[in-house]
Nanobody, 133 residues
Framework: YVQMVESGGGQVQAGGSLKLSCTAS????????MGWFAQAPGKKREVIAGIDTGDMTSYADSVKGRFTISRDSAKNTLYLQMDSLKFEDTDLYHCVAIWGPRQECLSAIKALGVTLPVDYGAWGQGTQVTVSS
């Protein structure tokens, strides 16, 4: 049983920074991709960033140059450093881990629960980021 728990969200003014954290528990050695997506209830999922087992990172165009994904494998913790925040970054941010058949990390995050069965991943309840203009 894999569990993902996010923290670090909050309210910040435009131009400010936040750092999100996510602690994973369970069979973390099976993960080939970890990442973040933004999705409020009833809204469309937006994939934000991903990092694979080779520490290769990838980002949505909307956050390139502003957000940085990283991880501490010894602590089973994933991070998202969010700088130069914009009003449109306001959303509920979820961390996600994926295992099983391998594909490109951001594609896998987008596909989870759609074309990739939910059995191959886990995500947390989310942490709210609110950016005031």
């Amino acid at each position: 049983y894999v569990q993902m728990v996010e923290s670090g969200g909050g309210q910040v003014q435009a131009g400010g920074s936040l750092k999100l954290s996510c602690t994973a528990s369970g069979k973390t050695e099976d993960f080939y991709c970890m990442g973040w997506f933004a999705q409020a209830p009833g809204k469309k999922r937006e994939v934000i960033a991903g990092i694979d087992t080779g520490d290769m990172t990838s980002y949505a165009d909307s956050v390139k140059g502003r957000f940085t994904i990283s991880r501490d494998s010894a602590k089973n913790t994933l991070y998202l450093q969010m700088d130069s925040l914009k009003f449109e970054d306001t959303d509920l941010y979820h961390c996600v881990a994926i295992w099983g058949p391998r594909q490109e990390c951001l594609s896998a995050i987008k596909a989870l629960g759609v074309t990739l069965p939910v059995d191959y991943g886990a995500w947390g309840q989310g942490t709210q980021v609110t950016v005031s203009s």
